[in-house]
Every structure is written in C-alpha cells, then in structure tokens.
C-alpha cells in the first residue's frame, strides 16, 4: 500500500510539473509579440539583424522581410501587411504618403546614407566631358537630392527655391550640357558602366562593390538631413512593440555597429 501510495504522489508530481510547464509555455507564447518589418537588404535587414536577439529577449518576435525597391514597402504597410519598414529617408516617406494619400508617419531616426556620384570612365569630376550622361534616381525626392548634389559639385545651377522636388527642366545653367537621365534607383549602380556618371543612394552602392567614401568622386558631408527612419502607421506609432523597436534602433549597440561596420560610409542620426 505505501509503495502504490508512494507511486501514486510520484505521478501527481510528474504530471503538476507537466501541467505547470505547459501553463509556463502558453504564458510564453501569448506573450510573445511578432514585428513584420519591410527593409531594404542593405544595410537596413543588416541593421535589424543586430537587434533581433534584443528584442527577443522582450519577448518581440521581429520577421524581416527584404524588398528591392522603393514602392513597396510603403503600400504594404499602409494595407497592414506590415507593421513597420524601415528602408527610407525622411523627405521620401514625406512625398510618398502625400501622393499616396496614405497615414503614415515615422517614430525613430536611425542613420544617413550619404549619396554619391560615381564614375568607371573618369578619376576626377574635371575631366568630365561636354555632353555627359549623368545617371539619377527617378523617384521625386531622390531626384531633387541628386540634382542639389550635382549643384553643389558645381555642375549644374538650378532654378531658386525648388529644393528636394528639382527635375531636370529646373536646371538654369549647364555649362557642360550634361544629359540627365532619370532612372529607377536600383539600376543605377548596373548602367554605370554606360554613362559618364551616376548618382547612386548608398544602400545600392554598397552591394555593388562601391564603397562612397573610397569610390565617389563626391559625395554628401555628415550634414545631410536625409535622415532613414523607422516608419509605422500614425494609428500605430504608438504600440508599444513598435517603441521597442525604434527604441532598439536608438540603442548604443546600433551606433556601435554603425561605426564598425561600414566606415563611415553610414553614419548615425541619433
């Protein structure tokens, strides 16, 4: 009888320690939150990559999910099929949510990429020739930034006050009679072969083998105001994940990783 009885209390042990690591499981996964957070490879997967194990340990699953253009991102996260993306700059998002009409808004800055002009037919920016063809982005903020940056090499004027909305009938003087053309950003870096110059945002130079401060033949100073941000739904900008997130994002483990990893070619913004 006391070996059955003996039994008996060692069976209700094994099965209250089963039921409490069951209880301790479902506790956890309620618990656990999931971020699906659109990113351009480079380096913005990168930087998320850094603060996956961070976030969880706060119980915050984070899922990266990586677009090669500039448009989607934005219309998955206004349709709820993302919780957040992180791939642009400040005046982008800007531009994209008026035309767009969408509610969007931005809840960390995280980095700058400074953009460059690059060449494989010259060394100088001298030995340009007359009627060059100088390759730019096509989207509307990235164009107006890739025209004030060929304005600030002294290549071009453009028309006063147009800012980051310039396009090339802005151009008023062009004393090498350069020929701009307007193209999707992500090709830029695969036609520069082909043209005299190209004009190319970082995170596409980077995994084309250019490295900006080493490659461009000039390039934006630290003070650029083209801040990447972490952009949510304004509905959203409050949530406490998505805090954590931009919070994670701000962190010195991020700035750390910055200024070890690409050398000054990205710099921080926080």
Known sequence: ME?????GKKHFLVGLL????IMVSQAFAAETVELKVGASPTPHAEILEVVKPMLA???????IIEFQD???PNLALAEG????????HIPYLEQFAKDHRLDLTYIAKVHIEPMGVYSKKITKLEQLRNRAVVAVPNDPTNCGRALMLLQQANLIELKAGVGLLATEFDIVKNPKNIQ?????????PRVLPEVDL??????YALPAGLVPTRDALFIEGAESPYANVLAVRTADRNNQALQKLAQALNSPEVKAYLLENYSGDIVPAF
């Not at 089963?18 to 690591?21: Q, S, Y």
């Not at 340990?57 to 899922?63: F, H, P, S, T």
Request: proline residues 0%; glycine residues 2%; charged residues 15%.
């Open 180 to 188: 701009v053309r307007a193209l999707e950003a992500a090709q830029l």
């Open 70 to 72: 500039y448009v989607q």
């Open 81 to 88: 099929e993302l919780d957040a993306n992180f791939f642009q």
């Open 57 to 63: 340990a706060e119980g915050i699953q984070l899922r």
């Open 198 to 203: 190209a004009v190319i945002n970082t995170n």
């Open 3 to 7: 070996v059955d009885f003996l039994m």
């Open 18 to 21: 089963l039921l409490l690591v």
